[in-house]
């Protein structure tokens, strides 16, 4: 074989190669179109056009899924409610929906009771569920939260029907003794029996519609709209004011110390108001020849300084349970003294929404059979007067300048923040032969938070359901 024939035969042997690797290269290319890729297989399907825009416009939570129940689009409501989890959605009775609507391409709409994530107490959330079919490929599922209209319409439910309850008993009782006086018109005994317990009807009548009124118009209007330095002796004064006769009839002392010169800021009126419920309320609900204590003081809090206003009393106390719902409309923890003692079941209440609204907030602390201490808590008033134009307070009975309880005392380690703070210890000792003897209790500052409980005349300066509070040392110890 001459070399010319060599270089052919290589030349052709070469070219054989070539095009066998030119011809399986084009077949693996055409292979590798023909394969599906990675993103490919993940590709989101397109949605139809402006469905995007409407979607986000939307105050319900979107879902929407594919063929193959894989979310699309998601709003983050959807996420926030717990509907679609890991890219899936994760609640079985709308995957179920949408499946149906995707065969049939039917409407489904169905209210919903689905389980909370991490609720304590199996609280779940009301949901009304919309399916309907979005283009060929899509299935859209709209879902609004009825959580929070059906807790409204439970509360106006059950509003009504405990006015209707309490307004019911004494027209009830009223209707009763008209009958039972026309009936003794010749017994003149009878007659004023009878009309004094319609008297007693009617107040409690009259007291239930004020308190009603009361309600409305704490929800309803702004106090801080014409709020003005409201000045916390003179407040503690006045709703201590009102509870004052209930108090001497059962000979219960009633006390009064603190911190002077505090301010809040705030509707006048409607302070004293919520101050005089649960001063009326630890009288209420003390037994006689017991003690009801008020406290104030400043408290120091990262976001400001504060006012914490204690009423404590020596009574029955309230259990754990009762303390989640004391706080409620017409939620009584005693119905029967309640009742005896003309109570309406919205003063409580009518105290929350004050605190609130004032950007504050009231707390108890309670142990059955020790007494209960609530706390209202308020934002000090920026401004204060100076002490040289500040008015004088009034003389409370039993104190004065000739009586021992009205002098004023220092203690160390004041709550307020300096090396001691000046308080004047006050009391209204309405039973002057009271079996527990001594001098008024002087409140002061200084023990540690946490400590164990007093009793309950020991006023607390912070109250809380769960932990007994810190109190205030006192000069005397109550029996």
């Given at each position: 074989m001459?070399v ?17 690797v ?23 399907p ?48 709308m995957?179920?929906m ?23 107490r ?5 949901v ?47 209707s009763?003794?008209?009958?039972a006086?026309?009936d ?13 317990r ?10 239930l ?11 309803n209007?702004?106090?801080m ?9 003179e407040?503690?004064?006045e ?19 603190g ?79 309640s ?20 950007g ?9 059979g ?83 409980p007093?009793p ?24």
């Open positions: 001459d010319n024939t060599a270089v052919a035969a290589v030349a052709a042997l070469a070219g054989l190669c070539t095009g066998v030119a011809m399986l290269a084009f077949r693996w290319s055409e292979r590798e179109l023909r394969r599906p890729t990675r993103s490919s297989l993940h590709s989101t397109v949605l139809p056009p402006g469905v995007d825009t409407v979607l986000s416009a939307l105050r319900s939570s979107a879902v929407v899924l594919d063929e193959g129940d894989g979310v699309v689009k998601a709003s983050s409501a959807a996420y926030a409610l717990g509907l679609v989890r890991g890219g899936k959605l994760a609640v079985e009775p995957l179920k949408a499946r149906d609507t995707r065969r049939d391409g039917e409407i489904r709409q169905a209210e919903l009771d689905l389980p909370r994530r991490g609720a304590i199996g609280d779940g959330l009301a009304s569920a919309r399916v309907a079919p979005l283009g060929s490929r899509l299935v859209l599922l709209l879902v609004e939260d009825l959580t929070e209209a059906r807790r409204i319409e439970a509360v106006r439910r059950d509003f009504v029907a405990n006015v209707s309850h309490e307004l019911k008993t004494p027209v009830g009782a009223l009763l003794l008209s009958e006086v026309r003794a018109a010749d017994d003149p005994e009878a007659v004023e029996r009878f009309a004094g319609m008297e007693i009807e009617a107040t409690r009548l009259t007291s519609v004020q308190e009603l009124i009361d309600l409305s118009r704490v929800q209007d702004d106090p709209e014409d709020a003005e330095p409201v000045d916390v002796d407040l503690i004064a709703a201590m004011d009102r509870s004052r006769q209930a108090a001497a009839h059962k000979q219960i002392t009633m006390s009064w110390g911190d002077i010169d505090l301010f809040v800021w705030g509707s006048r009126g409607a302070l004293v108001g919520a101050l005089g419920n649960l001063v009326e309320n630890a009288v209420n609900y003390s037994p006689p020849r017991t003690r009801v204590g008020v406290a104030a003081r400043r408290v120091r809090e990262p976001d400001g300084d504060y006012i914490d206003i204690t009423v404590t009393d020596q009574g029955i106390g309230i259990s754990e349970k009762d303390r989640e719902r004391v706080f409620e409309r017409f939620y009584r923890v005693d119905p029967a003294r009742r005896a003692t003309g109570g309406t079941g919205l003063g409580l209440a009518i105290v929350k929404h004050v605190a609130a609204s004032h504050g907030e009231v707390t108890v602390w309670s142990s059955e020790q007494g209960s201490t609530f706390t209202l808590r308020l934002p000090e008033a920026g401004a204060t007067r100076d002490r040289r134009t500040r008015p004088k307070a009034r003389p409370r009975p039993g104190t004065g300048p000739d009586d021992s309880a009205s002098t004023t005392t220092t203690t160390p380690g004041s709550a307020a923040g300096g090396s001691g703070a000046t308080r004047r210890p006050r009391t209204d000792d309405v039973d002057t032969d009271d079996a527990t003897g001594g001098a008024d209790r002087a409140y002061g500052h200084g023990e540690p938070h946490g400590a164990a007093r309950a005349a020991a006023v607390p300066s912070c109250a809380s359901p769960s932990a007994p509070p810190s109190v205030l040392p006192a000069t005397e110890v109550l029996p």
